[in-house]
């Protein structure tokens, strides 16, 4: 995992750290590294602007004699990965869901959303799960009214962790049954409602419009984008075009546990300006890990 942007930031800590180098260099080691990037999945955008971070740190490095070169070169490589990701604390989403609790204001409503098979209806299982976890009662809307066997497959994978859901046919209006868990979750007690939705691509404009209707209606508290790590450039496009129609709050990024090349992390938040919360880490309910900078920088500078 991560091998390739690994020895992208490996490579030029040591190109800068040996070597004096001319402008001249410093513009051809950056271009060449920009291509390693976008090899690793980091989009062209991303790359520059962290080029273009490096490049005025190190105009402004001033290292002192006898003092370790490689470290602060590493350290500003740090420095600038750590400006472009963006983290948040699952915290906030806990506290925010407690805070609407006590205010006796109805369920905390979280929509999701993303493309096609991305991992939305394992996600949303899997949050409900911490959900439960932090004493919360969560209750899930199956809004896939769409696609073959969507309800089956949400009814027992939340039947595992024992979460209740709220259904109707296919081919019902998925905003009605998003309306109808949250109005059966207000009634029950309830303290958060998931509303998982059916995958879509950033082309088809009637889904998404559809989804745009289900968010009109609900009201969300949180709208969670689920993409997919290993889609590479593709999922920051879909990322831009999802937060485009429906304003994304939160992003989770699943299948981390495959072999992914990482740079869709840096790049979807680059593209979007929003926080990456959770990571996927593998098809078992447990298998969903805060995401943190840390998890990143530590992997690839280690
Ligand atoms: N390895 C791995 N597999 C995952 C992860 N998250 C989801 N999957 C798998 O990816 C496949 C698709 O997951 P779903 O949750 O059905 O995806 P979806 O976005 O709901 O799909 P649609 O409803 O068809 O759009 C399933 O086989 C999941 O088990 C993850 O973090 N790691
Ligand atoms: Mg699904």
Redesign the pocket.
């Known amino acids: 995992m991560l091998e390739g942007l690994r020895k992208a930031f490996t490579n030029l800590i040591e190109h800068f750290s040996t070597t004096q180098l001319s402008d001249k260099d410093v513009h051809q080691i950056l271009d060449e590294f920009k291509l390693e990037l976008a090899a690793n999945d980091v989009s062209m955008e991303a790359a520059d602007r962290i080029s273009e971070l490096i490049d005025e740190k190190l105009r402004s490095l001033r290292v002192p004699r006898f003092s370790d070169r490689y470290s602060m070169i590493r350290q500003i490589m740090i420095e600038v990965l750590s400006s472009v990701i963006i983290e948040i604390s699952p915290e906030i989403l806990f506290m925010a869901i407690k805070a609407k609790k006590l205010s006796n204001a109805g369920p905390y409503v979280i929509l999701f959303v993303?493309p096609?098979?991305?991992?939305?209806?394992?996600?949303v299982v899997k949050i409900a799960n911490l959900f439960k976890k932090e004493g919360l009662k969560p209750m899930i809307a199956c809004s896939?009214t769409f696609?073959a066997a969507?309800i089956e497959?949400l009814k027992a994978l939340a039947e595992k962790i024992g979460v209740k859901t709220v259904s109707q046919e296919y081919g019902s209006d998925p905003a009605a049954v998003a309306v109808d868990a949250i109005n059966s979750a207000r009634a029950g007690g309830f303290h958060v409602v998931l509303i998982d939705t059916?995958?879509r691509t950033e082309v088809d404009k009637n889904l998404l419009e559809e989804m745009r209707k289900i968010k009109r209606v609900t009201m969300p508290d949180s709208v969670i984008y689920?993409g997919d790590s290993l889609a590479g450039n593709v999922a920051v496009e879909q990322a831009r075009q999802f937060h485009s129609y429906v304003g994304i709050d939160y992003v989770v990024l699943?299948?981390?546990?495959?072999d992914t090349r990482g740079g869709s992390a840096i790049s979807i938040c680059h593209a979007i300006g929003k926080p990456i919360i959770f990571i996927?880490?593998?098809?078992g309910l447990d298998?969903l890990l805060p995401f943190t900078k840390e998890f990143l920088i530590n992997r690839l500078f280690a």
Do not use: P
């Not at 699943?254 to 495959?258: C, I, L, P, V, Y």
């Not at 996927?280 to 098809?283: D, L, M, N, P």
């Open positions: 993303g096609n098979g991305g991992g939305k209806t394992t996600t896939d696609r969507a497959q059916a995958g689920v699943t299948k981390f546990d495959s996927g880490t593998g098809q298998d």
